[in-house]
């Protein structure tokens, strides 16, 4: 009895040392993802991705499928993988939806702080529809108000008839005399003479071949330089300070005195050196400057052309309606180098010479001068030069 007592004990100690034989497999819990692997297996109590009990999965935890789901869920250990510095470098920005595609493409589109906003012309696209660059917008408030009464859709007579009010209205009459001292302020060169009040400024004198190498001041009166009524005053038959065109500095400059004298009263036109009898007009330098065809026309140099154009475009304005003058002043179409009876031809000619010397910055400041200065009115074509096509044109 006692054997068959020991024997079954010798079995059941037997069969006690063999069932040990799996626990050294617990040892590789000293490694961390084993002991991910086998806390998580414990905690699904026994349901595994292949469906098998805890002591299945324990003798087949050397197969692959552990480690790659591991690697799938937990990165420490794979964070040098491939996928997760991929979709770290997409994200970037802290939140990861704002990954996605459509987040970035938005912001750029919206946000315009510098590379989008110069491609977009942020951020109101529409505005720049609107007809706010066209020239017959102003910039400064006063010359707005100016025109104020002036329409869009005014043209021809109508617009040099509601310009001939403006420009009439508030004209103060300057005494010819005094223009030398006038022209001090609204035809010295600013830039070379800033100071206000210097008495003997350089001047900017027009038809003069160069000047900035060969500048003259106020003190050169008379001897290189004098005044020029562009639109000639035998021409109009204004030749006394009763009438407001005799002294009108809007078409009176600081003229180079030779040529001054040379183009006498003759009409301007387009002339070239290949023209019979066309010949170079010298300035006070003894450079070439205008060329004269004689006893016809007369044609400035090109920085001059369009100042000429613009005087001569306010003079048909302003005195359109024939008073201040002997008669109406008027500019036409017509072929002629003859003036009389207040009118010019090659009208042509002086609006192209509109467009090819554009207002200058000098212009601009000089009628600013006249304006609030001395004769208290302005030019519209320096203002506005899109009125002289408005008004004119075949």
């Known amino acids: 009895m ?22 050294p497999k617990k040892k590789p819990r000293k490694n961390s993802s084993s002991s991910l692997t086998s806390e998580i297996s414990s905690s699904s109590a026994g349901v595994s991705s292949s469906g098998a009990a805890p002591t299945s999965a324990g003798t087949s935890s050397s197969s692959e499928p552990t480690p790659t789901s591991q690697t799938s869920e937990v990165p420490p250990t794979s964070s040098s993988s491939t996928p997760a510095p991929t979709s770290a470098t997409s994200v970037i920005p802290p939140a990861p939806s704002s990954s996605s595609t459509p987040a970035p493409t938005s912001e750029s589109s919206v946000i315009p702080p510098a590379p989008s906003s110069s491609s977009v012309v942020p951020p109101q696209p529409s505005s720049s529809s609107t007809p706010i660059p066209t020239s017959s917008s102003s910039v400064d408030p006063v010359v707005d108000a100016y025109y104020a009464s002036v329409k869009d859709t005014d043209s021809g007579e109508t617009l040099r008839n509601k310009l001939n009010g403006i420009i009439k209205n508030g004209h103060t009459k ?31 004198i027009i038809y003069l071949h160069d000047n900035e190498d ?31 065109s005799y002294s009108d500095l809007h078409h009176l400059r600081a003229s180079d005195k030779n040529n001054n004298g040379t183009r006498s009263n003759y009409c301007f036109n387009n002339l070239s050196t290949s023209q019979s009898g066309v010949t170079y007009v010298k300035d006070g330098n003894g450079d070439n400057s205008g060329l004269l065809l004689p006893n016809a026309c007369y044609m400035p140099q090109a920085c001059d052309r369009g100042d000429v154009a613009r005087a001569l475009f306010y003079m048909a304005t302003r005195y359109a309606d024939g008073s201040d003058t002997n008669c ?14 207040g009118w010019w031809g090659h009208l042509d000619v002086l609006l192209q010479w509109h467009q090819e010397d554009p207002v200058d910055e000098f212009e601009k400041h000089r009628n600013d001068l006249i304006f609030t200065d001395f004769q208290h009115n302005r030019n519209p074509f320096i203002d506005h030069p899109e009125y002289a096509a408005r008004i004119w044109s075949k």
């Open 328 to 341: 109406p002043l008027y500019l036409s179409f017509e072929d002629t180098n003859n003036n009389s009876d």
């Open 174 to 204: 300057i005494a010819y005399k005094s223009l030398a001292d006038c022209m001090t302020y609204t035809d010295r060169d600013w830039n070379k003479s800033p100071d206000k009040n210097d008495t003997n400024p350089y001047m900017h």
């Open 214 to 244: 060969k500048a003259y001041t106020r003190n050169d009166y008379t001897d290189v330089w004098d005044k020029e009524h562009i639109w000639a005053k035998s021409n109009g038959s204004f030749s006394s300070d009763s009438y407001y």
């Open 2 to 23: 006692r054997k068959n007592i020991s024997g079954i004990l010798l079995s059941l100690l037997a069969l006690t040392i063999s069932g040990c034989t799996t626990t």
